[in-house]
């Protein structure tokens, strides 16, 4: 069976990059890897603040044979479906 992960790819990236700088810059003598600790803290706080980070919603183990269907609601603008990812309406 799969191993189901918690951390997105970019998480467990930054995780990896924030432990390698805090072990040789911080209580090591690497200038260049407190910079990538500070760098990579930033960009942690920086996700968390505009709410970037994922939301698991639901975990559940599947039996054999089960499947799972994902429906999203189509984006609207003032009622009408957007068929772009425009955020601003085009001037006609």
């Avoid at 069976?1 to 998480?11: C, H, L, N, V």
């Avoid at 803290?41 to 980070?53: A, M, N, T, V």
């Avoid at 609601?73 to 003032?78: I, N, S, W």
Wanted: a positive charge; proline letters at 4%.
């Amino acid at each position: 069976m799969a191993k189901f992960r918690d951390r997105s790819r970019t998480d467990r990236a930054l995780h990896l990059l924030q432990a390698r700088g805090l072990r040789k810059g911080f209580y090591g003598d690497s200038k260049r890897w407190l910079y990538v600790l500070v760098v990579v803290i930033g960009l942690r706080q920086l996700r968390k603040f505009i709410g970037s980070e994922p939301d698991i919603v639901y975990r559940g183990e599947l039996r054999e044979g089960e499947t799972v269907r994902i429906f999203h609601k189509p984006e609207t603008y003032q009622g009408r479906t957007v068929r772009s990812r425009r955020r601003t309406p085009v001037p006609r």
